[in-house]
Nanobody
Framework: QVQVVESRGGLVQAGGSLRLSCAASGSIDSIAAAGWYRQAPGKQREFVARILDGGSTDYVDSVKGRFTISRDNGKNTVDLQMSSLKPEDTAVYYC??????????WGKGIQVTVSS
């Protein structure tokens, strides 16, 4: 059974940086893309960033220039480097692996809190 686990969230002051990590364990193949979503209190889950199998990336406008997604295909890991953090980046961040031949696999989420 495939499991996805996020790590390295936490509390940071505005303007600071955090690097989220995500690892998929178990038998996972045919990965088409990996990404990060987030959900702030009282809001719907929103797309943050994704990286396709070929390496191309997409970001929500609000994080462009501040966040960078990267992936190690051999290790089935995906990271999200977050810089110049703002209080509005506070949310639970979720990692997801999209597979070509099966349903996506989501992590349980990790809290990121940015204090002003």
């Amino acid at each position: 059974q495939v499991q996805v686990v996020e790590s390295r969230g936490g509390l940071v002051q505005a303007g600071g940086s955090l690097r989220l990590s995500c690892a998929a364990s178990g038998s996972i193949d045919s990965i088409a893309a990996a990404g990060w979503y987030r959900q702030a209190p009282g809001k719907q889950r929103e797309f943050v960033a994704r990286i396709l199998d070929g390496g191309s990336t997409d970001y929500v406008d609000s994080v462009k220039g501040r966040f960078t997604i990267s992936r190690d295909n051999g290790k089935n890991t995906v990271d999200l480097q977050m810089s110049s953090l703002k209080p509005e980046d506070t949310a639970v961040y979720y990692c997801v692996f999209f597979r070509s031949l099966a349903m996506p696999v989501w992590g349980k989420g990790i809290q990121v809190t940015v204090s002003s």
